[in-house]
């Protein structure tokens, strides 16, 4: 299965979402996103899934490495992007709560095992991203 997340960043935070109760791996953080669609571009379905769990718009800074990853249940492939919000606030429409999480403090966050993969490229790759 093909999903997109956003590593959405400002002021040397990036935005998490907690997955909300009833959901696979119900309680950890992730970069929020989400599955691809038939016939969707992947710059088209981060921007609207986006859109659709926390209600802004977003800018694409750069693409990140495909990761792929089994979960007990499903095998994803998670296409990361580094993005910004362009407009508006972002609410947790679909996740439990949301938190602007420092750079630093991502890999101790309690994160997907394919988020955990993303964090720790996004962690050693700082200096060559120019954020």
């Given at each position: 299965?093909?999903?997109?997340?956003?590593?959405?960043?400002?002021?040397?935070?990036?935005?998490?979402?907690?997955?909300?109760?009833?959901?696979?791996?119900?309680?950890?953080?992730?970069?929020?996103?989400?599955?691809l669609?038939?016939?969707?571009?992947?710059?088209?379905?981060?921007?609207?899934?986006?859109?659709?769990?926390?209600?802004?718009?977003?800018?694409?800074?750069?693409?990140?490495?495909?990761?792929?990853?089994?979960?007990?249940?499903?095998?994803?492939?998670?296409?990361?992007?580094?993005?910004?919000?362009?407009?508006?606030?972002?609410k947790?429409?679909?996740?439990?709560?949301?938190?602007?999480?420092?750079?630093?403090?991502?890999?101790?966050?309690?994160?997907?095992?394919?988020?955990?993969?993303?964090?720790?490229?996004?962690?050693?790759?700082?200096?060559?991203?120019?954020?």
């Amino acid at each position: 299965m093909d999903v997109t997340c956003a590593i959405l960043i400002h002021n040397k935070t990036v935005l998490l979402a907690r997955r909300a109760q009833g959901s696979d791996r119900a309680g950890l953080w992730e970069f929020p996103g989400g599955k691809l669609h038939k016939d969707e571009t992947l710059h088209n379905c981060i921007k609207r899934e986006i859109f659709e769990e926390l209600n802004v718009t977003i800018k694409i800074i750069s693409d990140g490495p495909v990761v792929k990853h089994s979960y007990p249940d499903k095998t994803i492939k998670l296409f990361p992007f580094i993005c910004s919000i362009s407009e508006g606030v972002p609410k947790p429409i679909v996740h439990a709560e949301l938190k602007w999480t420092p750079f630093e403090q991502l890999t101790v966050m309690d994160l997907c095992q394919a988020d955990k993969l993303i964090a720790q490229w996004f962690i050693s790759n700082l200096n060559l991203l120019s954020l």
